[in-house]
């Protein structure tokens, strides 16, 4: 229970990788804010959590909350504070992609993108930041991808949105660190929150580790890097893939 009455705010928790972090917090004692922009999605994740019997001293409450509007952002860490008077760990996570030619994607898509993955990263841990520095401190960790290192065609925005993220996390582990605040970044690779057995072997012989990742993956790397005994880790990335960004491949 190392999270035992920690506060944490997931974004994005309605479904695949947020799902399962706000789920592991919760078995790990955390009271969770699942924040989601679809009402039916993140009301269903936190009754999943509440009636689990896994959470022996976690909890988990719904917050209505769409990343690219900063008034969201806004209303959601006056509610935490309000109702807690403290937040832990942020875990900046809600993002989407769009697959468009560069000679395509219009500014509006552009944008809908950059304010939804990464405008909202840096007005949450900003929030964010100013409710824990009242109170000792706290950890934030931001949701990358392997993209932001590596590409296939028409990922320009989703990649641009990743990529900045990273820049971000270790400017801001900079500036928020005399208050105690850690900042990190996750990069996950393939990580299948579809059906994980329709997946072919080949899948997963592209990865040194042998499979292809599932977000409790991800979750586990969130709670490690959040732990407080780990405040040496601040401003780093955490490339969790299994290894296959770093598998050259040759076409035979």
Known sequence: MKYADNIVIVTGAGSGIGRAV?????????????AERNREAGEAV??????SGRAAAGSAVFHQTD???????ERLMQMVEDRWGRLDVLINNAGLSVWESPYELDVEA???????NLRSVFLGSREAAKIMRKHGGGAIVNLSSTRAHMSEPHSEAYAASKG??????????????????????????????????ALRPED??????????????????CLFLTQKENDFVTGTELVVDGGMTRKMIYVP
């Open 22 to 34: 706000a789920t592991m917090y919760a078995e790990a004692g955390a009271h969770v804010v699942i």
């Open 46 to 51: 936190a009754e999943a959590i509440n009636n």
């Open 67 to 73: 990343v690219s509007e900063p008034n969201d952002i």
């Open 110 to 116: 552009w944008d809908r993108i950059l304010h939804t």
């Open 164 to 197: 900045g993220i990273l820049a971000l996390t270790h400017a801001l582990a900079v500036s928020l660190g005399p208050d105690g605040i850690r900042v990190n970044a996750i990069s996950p690779g393939w990580i299948e929150t579809g059906d994980y057995t």
């Open 204 to 221: 997963h012989a592209q990865h040194p580790a042998g499979r292809v990742g599932k977000p409790d993956d991800i979750a586990r790397a």
